[in-house]
């Protein structure tokens, strides 16, 4: 079934101000293929740089007009090779001026990658090359085809191509060529241009599963060109604006934000965790897209250095913080967004706008004292900087525009290409993630029956619109429980709308975790990793939008005596009365100690083992998880959303 919706129904929709916000300077709305897009930029941008990465040796740079020219020989080399259209091609590789030539060159020869980091886990590369049933492969480097080497036998790969410079080995059996070699190969054939439609399949990218087996998701031509041609309704970049990336350029939400941006000109400088702080300052970026970790990261960073002030200058900066955040927050109840006040009244705004204008005087002196000197940090030169991935704390929101930097959240999973609401520049409504981008639609239903709810009530978020997936690839079930038969997809995610259709989420209906850094979590093999553990009776991982997960967990009180008996102390628990000199509580250190030896065996034990894996805080609670006192279903499932708000304040303590 075609997902594309003719962009004349999707203009028929939209404000006049965001009609004004979405002309580039290039005209892409008849543009079907994310191929055409690069012929077009080149000849626009011609000499401005596309790609920079100061940090290879030596540093790569890529104009315009080179990156059209090297996405060209790159998928003419592949069909040199006897790529056709519609091959699958396994991409395992990391960011790069190189990747986005490869990831490109394989559309533009009609291919259709599927993509993962070099760094993830063995078993699961390996199940993305057969499950896609990719012939050909493009890794990294040697390293990156070392690991992969001896199952590859057992698969129909034909051709690898490494993305380094290093010598091939001449005794493999596979045909295996460098970047430069393919490339050379490119130059020397004609590109044939392969008859594609906007709902042909452009890419694979393949999502967490419960099961340990991902689930690739189909993103088509029409997925991706919604995003180009639409997220300008969020941001209104300049051809040689600056900016600057950190996230995994295979992860939709990078991936969708680089089409973006390139196509309008930008320059795209790659940088890393280690190397981002000294970067914002060297490059300046007018843009970056990030999750709430790298805010929350900046922030400490400013917070560390108040706290090394002078006591004087310490309160002084803490006294005009706080001012501007009485400020902000007036403000924002003046001009009718803020969520706390969302229904507030004629004479409530006017109030607001008074006590905004008497304390302006004070933000102004926070700005000329403070406020400026942090922005140098982050170059000084940015116009909006794009968070997802999960929520955005509300003191960071508040902080970042205390600052005078814009965070525009937004929101959208590896489903919807990502992106499906996001916050505007002229409306950019804290604590929501924004109104729909323009062909989109939010619906939000009951749960229970999926009747559709008033504006206001809280249930579970239904999307609909043209970067919609095709579905789980191979897995019609995995796609028939997510996607409804009008086209509606579930998200899993609950949440409300503002009156003025600003999506509000208020936690997951489904058990997967994301972090803070955008990693997702599925819970479920992790807590049955943990329950091999004797002292460990039930558990339950908790973490949605925290820098890791913890744990709720009921002890094997039995097995706990046990150990308690050889180890000469007498278990002490809450309702005891007695307290022998030589007795231990739960929250002594001896346990927690015990427990935390547990659960890091158990978990770095666990086949398909990643660092964010690993449990952060953790707390030990005596009552059980049982169908009697509600927190089970009939058939033994913990019912997590009732468990999380039972025990609320005790999560909010143990990530505090």
């Known amino acids: 079934m075609s997902k594309t919706q003719p962009a004349s129904s999707i203009l028929s929709n939209i404000s006049e101000r965001e009609r004004l916000a979405l002309q580039g ?136 191509i490494l993305l380094s410079d290093e010598t091939p080995p001449t005794d493999d059996a596979l045909k295996i060529l460098n970047f430069n070699q393919l490339q050379e190969i490119g130059a020397n054939h004609t590109l044939v241009r392969p008859q594609q439609s906007a709902d042909d399949l452009a890419t694979l990218i393949y999502t967490s ?89 900046i922030y400490e960073g400013v917070q560390k250095q108040f706290r090394e002030q002078p006591a004087n200058k310490q309160r002084l900066i803490n006294f005009l913080v706080e001012m501007s955040e009485k400020y902000i927050k007036a403000q924002r109840i003046a001009q009718g967004l803020c969520l706390d006040h969302i229904q507030a009244s004629g004479l409530e705004r006017t109030l607001a706008k008074i006590q905004a204008l008497a304390l302006l005087p004070l933000h102004i002196l926070g700005e000329k004292i403070v406020y400026a000197k942090v922005r140098e940090a982050t170059g000084g030169q940015i116009k909006h900087v794009i968070s997802g991935g999960g929520a955005l704390p509300r003191h960071i929101d508040n902080f970042f525009e205390i600052i005078g930097v814009d965070i525009l959240q937004g929101y959208g999973l590896t489903e919807t290409s990502p992106v499906t609401n996001a916050r505007r520049p002229w409306r950019n409504f804290r604590g929501s993630s924004g109104q729909p981008i323009p062909g989109t639609e939010v619906k939000i239903v009951d749960p ?64 997967t975790i994301v972090l803070t850094n955008g990693e997702n979590i599925e819970p479920q093999p992790i807590e049955d990793a943990c329950l091999r553990s004797p002292y460990v009776d039930q558990i339950m991982l908790v973490g949605q939008d925290q820098r890791s997960i913890g744990a709720l967990i009921v002890p094997n009180l039995e097995a706990l005596a046990k150990w308690a008996e050889n180890q000469n102390v007498q278990l002490r628990l809450p309702e005891q009365n007695s307290e022998p000199s030589t007795s231990v509580d739960l929250e002594s250190k001896i346990i927690q100690d015990l427990f935390r030896q547990e659960l890091n065996r158990e978990v770095q034990n666990r086949p ?49």
Not at 112 to 117: M, T, Y
Not at 212 to 235: E, F
Not at 458 to 476: A, E, F, T
Not at 613 to 624: A, N, Q, S, T, V
């Open 25 to 160: 300077s290039v005209d892409y709305s008849k543009v079907n293929l994310l191929s055409e897009i690069w012929p077009l930029a080149a000849k626009e941008f011609g000499n401005i740089v596309a790609l920079r990465n100061p940090h290879s040796k030596p540093e790569t740079v890529v104009t315009y007009t080179q990156l059209a020219e090297q996405i060209q020989q790159f998928a003419a080399g592949l069909q040199a090779l006897e790529v056709k259209a519609g091959d699958r091609i396994s991409l395992i590789a990391d960011n790069s001026p190189r990747w986005f030539i490869a990831d490109q060159g394989i559309i533009t020869a009609g291919g259709v990658d599927a993509v993962r980091s070099s760094q993830a886990e063995k078993e699961e590369l390996l199940f993305i090359i057969a499950n896609s049933g990719s012939t050909v492969l493009v890794v990294e480097d040697l390293k990156t085809l070392g690991k992969l080497r001896e199952r590859l036998n057992d698969l129909p790969i034909r051709l690898v």
């Open 448 to 511: 229970e029956n999926r009747q559709p709810l008033p504006k206001g009530k809280r249930g579970l978020v239904l999307l609909k619109g043209p970067q919609i997936m095709q579905g789980y690839y191979q897995n019609p079930e995995a796609t028939a429980k997510v996607i409804d038969t009008e086209g509606w997809f579930d998200s899993g995610d609950l949440g409300w709308v503002t009156p003025e259709n600003d999506l509000v989420l208020t936690g997951r209906a489904k058990d």
């Open 209 to 297: 599963g419960t099961t340990g087996k991902p689930k690739g998701v189909m993103l088509s031509h029409s997925n991706l060109m919604h995003q180009v041609k639409y997220l300008r309704a969020i941001v209104q970049p300049h051809p040689g604006d600056v900016v600057l990336s950190i996230l995994p350029t295979w992860h939709s939400y990078e991936r969708s934000g680089e089409y973006f941006l390139l196509s309008q000109g930008c320059t795209q400088v790659y940088t890393n965790l280690r190397s981002v702080k000294r970067d914002l300052r060297e490059f300046k970026p007018n843009y970056m897209i990030a999750v709430p970790r790298l805010w929350e990261s």
């Open 608 to 656: 398909g083992y990643r660092l964010d894996d690993r449990i952060g805080p953790f707390r030990l609670i005596l009552e059980p998880f049982s169908i009697e006192n509600g927190l089970m279903t009939q058939t033994l499932k913990i019912r997590r959303h009732i468990v999380a708000e039972r025990y609320r304040d005790l999560i909010n303590e143990m990530f505090a």
